[in-house]
């Protein structure tokens, strides 16, 4: 039998070297045999088929699995355990972009994330672009996130797939929760739940039960919160840390201070084990004060770590929010004096601040007047206005 080299073949073909080696490497040259440090190819081979041309022109989709890191169980190994469940390679590097982003690690997102943009699956291209326009919020990257949300929308109006428009739109509409535009609509999540992985679902369970916090319907916001936590019995820990939170800030919004504590410290425990803090960045101002009250006394430097988390989204989301604001009070106000005007906002008096936080009164009026000075407001009824969002 007659063989060739590999540029011989590269050029007999019409591709790189490269292209040759990656086909040797994967086995799809049959009767190709490595001697020492090359290889030899019958010259009779055939350059293999094109991947990404067969599954283009295929007929029949096969889907991958949508924000995987959604649908991951985690056990008694946390997150790399349950991401080594995944047998896909894209899948699992979905996984680790959203494991990075719950973690606050913006940069890591950002790379690997763009590794899904040019995949053949319209679900790992739809999360690839889903994280990273997230991750661009914390960077105050702007520009990337409404060209990445842009990317989600062409995608989904693109396509005769059902699945994918319906994941698209999804995407979409908790956007505009996220950013708390008025057109959102929590019934426009209903239809889509059909076409989303269990997981996914429960997360868009928590984005039902924002909506209506925003809505201010806080009793029927943490009535959500508990039935899918009662159905998911904390399966799906992003899910879980989500709702939980939601329904602490519900929860404070109507006084039940015992049960917001008790919704925070349930979404802490399952976020500490694998440092899942930026979704406590995310709602920081409506948690007002169960961030300081768990750790700033007793875990300082866990808390500057949350507190610099804080500051980057909350500057990158009010660009998207309200970009028109000449005064961004999240640059005039750290986020402990954020979390005091939001307490005062919100109708609790010097002394109920003093003694939910464990510091004087004396102190909460210091605050209060540092407050008024920084954003310019000279009585409590006008904080509402710039903090209670």
């Given at each position: 039998m007659e063989y060739m080299t590999v540029k011989e073949t590269a050029q007999?073909?019409?591709?790189?070297?490269?292209?040759?080696?990656?086909?040797?490497?994967?086995?799809?040259?049959?009767?190709?045999?490595?001697?020492?440090?090359?290889?030899?190819?019958?010259?009779?081979?055939?350059?293999p088929e094109d991947r990404r041309r067969r599954q283009t022109e295929a007929t029949v989709r096969t889907p991958?699995?949508?924000?995987?890191?959604?649908?991951?169980?985690?056990?008694?190994?946390?997150?790399?355990?349950?991401?080594?469940?995944?047998?896909?390679?894209?899948e699992r590097t979905m996984a680790w972009a959203g494991h990075f982003y719950f973690q606050g690690k913006q940069d890591q997102v950002r790379e690997w994330s763009a590794r899904g943009f040019e995949s053949q699956s319209a679900e790992i291209r739809l999360t690839a672009r889903w994280l990273h326009a997230m991750a661009a919020i914390g960077c105050g990257d702007v520009e990337t996130c409404r060209r990445d949300f842009a990317e989600v929308l062409r995608e989904g109006a693109c396509t005769s797939d059902e699945t994918v428009r319906a994941e698209s739109e999804f995407i979409t509409l908790v956007s505009r929760i996220y950013f708390h535009q008025e057109e959102a609509d929590v019934a426009d999540l209903l239809p889509h739940f059909a076409c989303l992985p269990?997981?996914?679902?429960?997360?868009?369970?928590?984005?039902?039960?924002?909506?209506?916090?925003?809505?201010?319907?806080?009793?029927?916001?943490?009535?959500?919160?508990?039935?899918?936590?009662?159905?998911?019995?904390?399966?799906?820990?992003?899910?879980?840390?989500?709702?939980?939170?939601?329904?602490?800030?519900?929860?404070?919004?109507?006084?039940?201070?015992?049960?917001?504590?008790?919704?925070?410290?349930?979404?802490?425990?399952?976020?500490?084990?694998?440092?899942?803090?930026?979704?406590?960045?995310?709602?920081?101002?409506?948690?007002?004060?169960?961030?300081?009250k768990k750790i700033r006394g007793s875990q300082p430097q866990l808390y500057e770590q949350i507190s610099e988390l804080v500051y980057r989204f909350s500057r990158g989301w009010m660009k998207i929010h309200n970009p028109q604001s000449s005064l961004k009070v999240t640059d005039a106000l750290t986020p402990y004096e954020f979390s005091i005007a939001m307490l005062a906002s919100k109708g609790r008096s010097n002394k109920e601040i003093a003694e939910y936080l464990s510091i004087s009164i004396n102190s909460v009026k210091t605050y209060l007047a540092t407050i008024y000075q920084k954003i310019g407001v000279t009585k409590r009824s006008e904080l509402k206005y710039h903090v209670n969002y």
């Open positions: 007999r073909w019409g591709v790189s070297i490269r292209t040759v080696n990656m086909y040797l490497n994967e086995g799809r040259v049959p009767g190709a045999i490595r001697k020492e440090h090359a290889w030899l190819i019958p010259a009779e081979a055939r350059k991958k699995l949508f924000m995987p890191i959604f649908s991951l169980v985690y056990a008694q190994g946390g997150f790399e355990a349950a991401a080594g469940q995944l047998h896909d390679e894209e269990t997981g996914t679902r429960y997360f868009a369970l928590y984005a039902r039960a924002h909506a209506l916090y925003l809505r201010r319907e806080y009793r029927q916001a943490i009535g959500e919160v508990e039935a899918a936590l009662a159905l998911m019995q904390n399966a799906y820990p992003i899910a879980a840390i989500y709702l939980n939170i939601v329904g602490a800030m519900a929860a404070n919004s109507i006084s039940g201070y015992e049960e917001a504590q008790r919704f925070f410290d349930a979404a802490w425990k399952i976020a500490l084990h694998d440092g899942y803090f930026e979704p406590f960045a995310e709602h920081h101002g409506m948690l007002q004060g169960l961030v300081e």
